[in-house]
């Protein structure tokens, strides 16, 4: 019984203040016989599974629950968000081949990967586009919402990348005059933190001990991912093919969510139309008015346009 093998996998051992959130199947073994993707209607004697289990702090997970719930929301699943964002950006061919998702975030930097379809690892760095922006902002002196908007309009993530040395205008700090810096000097303060970011993941890769099996490459997305230059300066330091993962798989999206910082939103409608029977919500939440059924009917029209 292939559930019952993975309901096994469930009951490991963990500590109290922690879930599972995921267990993804890598491969099964029928007696002697492994490397088996999919066991249905094999005959044997003894099925063994192969499993990447995801766990999540228990007061994080129901932090998250509660704040979705009082915003008038009702939480169907929690979702790992890198696994997410794969989902949006990845193609199963991609997943095949064994490729990593590297979602670039603001404060955390989460890592999942691929290898012959299955996740065999998943990873979170505390680190992220925000520490990119305090670095800016103590080197070029100015508040941290300037850093910000000088590291979108002007950063590049290479000094190599650079085709003219512009002077960038500082805004007046506290009265003070304003200043100039160039674009050689916000450059050498991006590409420091960006490298020490990128060597960071390559460490994690290694430690897997799968390293070796990526030969896809890697995946880029999330808001970090949007920093000029990210591509390039990537490949050289993880010395992998890399790309820029922009969503796919949903129609109508206009320019603005068609990006990376949108990845993982996309991949949870994604998840949640793949995993949920959307028929059967409907029909529990219809009332006695014609109207509000009319409305639903209309919402189940608008999702099939997407999918």
Known sequence: DVNRAIDSARAISIPMDREVIHIFTQEFKVDDQDGIKEPLGMSGNRLEVEAHIVTGAVTSAENIVKSINRAGYQVNDIVLQPFASSMAVMSEEEKELGEVLVDFGGGTTDIVMYINGSIWHTGVLSIGGNHVTNDISVGLRVPTATAEK??????????????????????????????????????????????????????????????????????????????????????????????????VGVQGLNEQVSSPIYSTAVGLILYGYKNTDVKKIFKNTKTAGSSFSDILNRMMSWLKEFF
């Open 150 to 247: 000088i590291k979108k309009e002007h950063a590049i993530a290479s000094r190599n990348l650079i085709e003219n040395d512009i002077m960038i205008d500082l805004p007046s700090v506290a009265g003070r005059e304003g200043r100039q810096a160039s674009l050689s000097d916000l450059t050498e303060i991006v590409e420091a933190r960006e490298i020490e970011i990128f060597e960071l993941i390559g460490r994690e890769l290694e430690a897997t001990g799968f390293a070796d099996l990526i030969s896809g490459g890697v995946v880029f997305t999330g808001g970090g991912s949007l920093l000029k230059g990210t591509e390039y300066l990537a490949e050289k330091v993880l010395n992998l093919p890399v790309r820029i993962g922009y969503p």
